[in-house]
């Protein structure tokens, strides 16, 4: 079993920037995810990263201003968000999958998360 806990969120300014970190501890994976959810809006699949690979996936509403990374040394995963809107705003996951590295993308069925923490965007 993998084990998932999340770290960094907090409250910042449109155009801001916060760094989300991702431990991981268990059963082995080879793929990482993040995932949002808003207050009435369904999970959106935000960046994905291979761990083997480095292969990534981004949701549209992300690319160029989200990056998904990886520290296998330290099993951690890390989502640098930069140039934060308010519809950023959300309960942030991290989550785990094994499988074909192909796979490894945000419409990807993912079956270990963690217990998620929030972003708020806001002036």
Not at 6 to 32: K, W
Not at 53 to 66: E, K, L, M, P
Not at 86 to 104: S, V
Request: aromatic letters at 8%; a positive charge.
């Amino acid at each position: 079993q993998v084990q998932l806990m999340e770290s960094g969120g907090g409250s910042v300014q449109p155009g801001g920037s916060l760094r989300l970190s991702c431990a991981v501890s268990g059963d082995s994976y080879n793929c990482i995810g993040w995932f949002r959810q808003a207050p009435g809006k369904e999970r959106e699949g935000v960046a994905t990263i291979s761990t083997g690979a480095s292969n990534t996936d981004y949701a549209a509403s992300v690319q160029g201003r989200f990056t998904i990374s990886q520290d296998n040394a330290r099993n951690t995963a890390y989502l640098q968000m930069n140039s934060l809107k308010a519809d950023d705003t959300a309960m942030y996951y991290c989550a785990a999958r094994k499988g074909l590295a192909h796979r490894c993308r945000v419409s990807a069925n993912f079956a270990a998360w963690g217990q998620g923490t929030q972003v708020t965007v806001s002036s």
